[in-house]
């Protein structure tokens, strides 16, 4: 079982729909990280976070320390956010490397 | 200002062949980590510098992998006697020294190894 889990790992939708992609991990963790990856592109990083609630434009990430568990939401969907998004910890102990999720990939289709 | 940059961006190498991949992190970000993309998958750790220092290589998956980072900026991942299994997406990624700093990633090398 791989320590980050993500669900679902593929998502269609439809532009303007409400999106939201999940997280669960089952290792002790200092912080959170949500990433976008576009195809044949880089990694961006869209939020950190180590508890609560955080709000870019139409991203919001939240995180449940205690269930072990964060959301990625997206409002008011559009086909620019068609792209892989990905999860990843770092560990409460040891250097801050990231341990990955497999990813979501999301198509929003106009 | 200039983010993190890696090179080559593509990279095709006959098996058996060595290959050295460049990160050039932000400028002033002491730690650099490497990690590998397989098609489909998500990244997994290779290695990490503070610094100079090399701290923790657990990642890398044979004795054919070495990372260097000699005076703290530039990072160089060579890989000896490529595998047609090392064909991945190489990427590397920069931070400030303290845990909850965000990463910075470069673009990837995208290696092929026919």
């Known amino acids: 079982k791989n320590e980050v889990e993500q669900s679902p790992q593929n998502l269609t939708a439809q532009e303007g729909e409400f999106i939201t992609i999940n997280c669960s991990y089952s290792?002790?963790?200092?912080?959170l990280h949500w990433l976008q990856q576009h195809p044949g592109g880089g990694i961006v990083s869209l939020f950190m976070?180590?508890?609560g609630k955080k709000k870019h434009g139409r991203l919001i990430a939240t995180i449940n320390i205690q269930e072990k568990h964060s959301s990625l939401h997206i409002t008011a969907s559009h086909p620019r956010d068609s792209a892989v998004y990905i999860c990843a910890v770092i560990g409460m102990v040891g250097n801050e490397k990231l341990t990955f999720g497999t990813g979501t990939r999301l198509t929003i289709i106009p | 200002g200039a983010g993190v940059s890696q090179s080559p961006r593509y990279k095709v190498a006959k098996r058996g062949q060595d290959v050295a991949l460049r990160c050039d992190p932000i400028s002033g970000h002491v730690s650099l980590f490497w990690y590998q993309q397989a098609l489909g998958q998500g990244p997994e750790f290779l290695t990490y510098f503070q610094n100079e220092a090399q701290l923790d290589k657990s990642g890398l998956p044979s004795d054919r992998f070495f990372a260097e980072r000699p005076e703290g900026s530039v990072s160089t991942l060579k890989i000896q006697r490529t595998q047609q299994e090392d064909s991945a997406v190489y990427l590397c990624?920069?931070?400030?020294?303290?845990?909850?700093?965000?990463?910075?990633f470069g673009p990837g090398t995208r290696l092929l190894v026919l």
């Open positions: 290792v002790g963790i200092s912080a």
């Open positions: 976070l180590s508890s």
């Open positions: 990624a920069s931070s400030h020294t303290q845990r909850e700093e965000t990463q910075y």
